[in-house]
């Protein structure tokens, strides 16, 4: 969805993904991960960006991808986010998963 507002363009996505580990996905902050780079003017954006953890399996943990429209250096409208189980993701062919955001 394009949050730039009316007369100011198509957002300028990226994303901030983060490790959840309380089983609470949606209260958990989080540790941050990293951010992606941004894409401009763009609805539909495809990220190159690598992000390297640990994971134990067996233990529960989740990634948190949260997607941010870019105002300005150091602030940004969320656009949405999605929650995926790290387990999940590694279980995928290619390690890809993806869903709709969540708002």
């Keep these: 969805k394009n949050v730039a507002g009316a007369f100011k363009g198509v957002s300028d996505p990226y994303a901030e993904v983060k490790l959840l580990v309380s089983g609470y996905p949606a209260k958990e902050k989080g540790t941050l991960l990293g951010r992606t780079e941004v894409v401009k003017n763009s609805l539909s954006p495809k990220w ?11 233990k529960e943990a989740c990634i948190k991808v949260s997607v941010v429209d870019k ?18 993701i ?9 869903k709709r955001l969540e708002t």
């Design 48 to 58: 190159t960006t690598s992000f390297l953890l640990d994971h134990n399996f067996g």
């Design 71 to 88: 105002i300005r250096e150091g602030s940004g409208v969320p656009m949405g986010y999605a929650v995926f189980k790290i387990e999940d």
């Design 90 to 98: 590694l279980r995928s062919r290619g390690n890809i998963k993806h």
